[in-house]
């Protein structure tokens, strides 16, 4: 099956280079779509109701994807090798919310 139209996209990129071997080590990249303000997001309430106790995918259009070669430690959790679907994961009460990460 064809992906969705993926509209505008983003890039992100950070590479390591071993200067003493020249040439390249490791590399870490997020791809996501650009999204476009929501006006009725700027009511809080709507916003409640649309991510309390839900995760909300980031970007537009698709997911938002972070892709490694190198496992991470982000805030103290351990992100092995691979790519990744980020999100944004709210708790139920709306108290706190936290990055997701799904394979």
């Not at 064809?2 to 040439?23: F, K, M, N």
């Not at 390249?24 to 709507?46: E, H, Y």
């Not at 938002?64 to 103290?76: E, Q, Y």
Request: proline share 7%; charged share 20%.
């Amino acid at each position: 099956e064809a992906e969705p139209a993926l509209g505008e996209r983003g890039l992100t990129r950070i590479h390591w280079w071993s200067p003493q071997r020249d040439v390249p080590v490791a590399a870490v990249s997020i791809d996501f779509g650009r999204p476009v303000w929501n006006r009725q997001l700027d009511n809080p309430s709507v916003f409640d109701q649309l991510t309390r106790g839900r995760v909300w995918r980031l970007g537009n259009d698709y997911w938002t994807t972070l892709d490694t070669n190198l496992p991470l430690n982000i805030a103290g959790r351990d992100i092995p090798v691979g790519l990744w679907y980020l999100g944004l994961a709210r708790s139920a009460d709306g108290a706190t919310a936290q990055m997701a990460l799904t394979a």
